[in-house]
């Protein structure tokens, strides 16, 4: 006669992963679409992400307005 457990000792081992890769998978895809959305929960156009890194200072003036031109440029033909 099997005592205590029963069923669940050999089921816990099991599950416990499962659960543990589950949650894991779950927080990777709350973070990538937490990361690519804006406070207002839209997703930034490229211009508008130009912008932020311009004005954190990331990149100079110079590449800013021939990104920005490029932008410009491939939105008009679309």
Do not use: H
Not at 41 to 70: S, W
């Amino acid at each position: 006669m099997m005592g205590g457990a029963g069923w669940f000792a050999w089921l816990l081992p099991i599950l416990f992963p499962a659960f543990i890769i589950g949650g894991v998978i779950l927080l990777i895809i709350f973070v990538v679409k937490t990361g690519t959305e804006s406070s207002s929960g839209q997703k930034k156009t490229p211009l508008e992400i130009l912008d932020e890194r311009y004005a954190r200072a990331e990149i100079e003036e110079e590449e800013y307005e021939q990104r920005r031109r490029k932008l410009e440029t491939y939105t008009e033909k679309n």
